[in-house]
């Protein structure tokens, strides 16, 4: 099993829905990271979690929302879906000491 | 607010030449910076990671160094392979912000 889990894998959804994406790790680290990749941009921070009760905003978290459930457990919400969050979505890990981080598979979402 | 940058954005070169991929980054208090190789439409794989007290890494074919007070690291590919065309990526930590790539092609 991996050690860091994305689920959906690909999702195509319709403007204006909510939708949620889910990452667990079996890694246990206390941070937690989402980001969002497009072609050409690289990898953006969308929110970080140092731990449980420690979220924070990154670069670009206008339009999404994260709920960190447990230790092992980072969801990724969009309220209202629109077409330019189309992209691919990627969970990582870190342990508390800054070293090596660790990626999800990624999740291919598809706003139409 | 931290700002990372990699040149060059593409890079196309024989098999067996050596290469080096750069990456830049505006603010030094960094606590370490990470190499990675991403395959098209995969994830991230990591290569190499430098604590901010170190100069350099080392795994088989590949160096990096970090030079935190000019904000730099290099990536050194020795003796490159058709299969190592991916795209290479670094981050920097505190909260690990990636620049957008260099994406490397290796021909045959």
């Known amino acids: 099993d991996a050690d860091v889990t994305q689920t959906p894998r690909n999702r195509i959804t319709k403007t204006g829905k909510r939708i949620m994406l889910e990452c667990s790790q079996t890694?246990?680290?206390?941070?937690m990271y989402w980001y969002r990749q497009d072609p050409g941009l690289g990898l953006r921070l969308i929110y970080y979690s140092f731990d449980v009760k420690d979220i924070n905003k990154g670069e670009i978290s206008d339009g999404y929302s994260v709920s960190r459930q447990a230790q092992a457990k980072f969801s990724l919400s969009l309220e209202s879906a629109i077409p330019n969050q189309t992209a691919l979505y990627f969970c990582?890990?870190?342990?508390?000491?800054?070293?090596?981080?660790?990626f999800g598979q990624g999740t291919r979402l598809t706003v139409v | 607010k931290q700002e990372v940058t990699q040149i060059p954005a593409a890079l196309s070169v024989p098999e067996g030449e050596n290469l080096v991929l750069n990456c830049s980054f505006t603010d030094s208090a960094i606590y370490n910076l990470q190499w990675f190789r991403q395959d098209p439409g995969k994830g991230l794989t990591s290569l190499l990671l430098?604590?901010?007290?170190?100069r350099e890494q080392t795994s088989g074919r590949l160096n990096a160094s970090l030079d935190k007070s000019s904000g730099r690291s290099t990536l050194y590919i020795a003796a490159s392979q058709p299969g190592d065309s991916a795209t290479y990526l670094c981050a920097v930590r505190y909260d690990m912000r990636f620049g957008a790539g260099t994406r490397l092609t290796v021909k045959p």
């Open positions: 890694k246990g680290h206390d941070r």
């Open positions: 430098i604590q901010s007290s170190q």
């Open positions: 990582a890990t870190s342990d508390r000491s800054y070293t090596e981080a660790f």
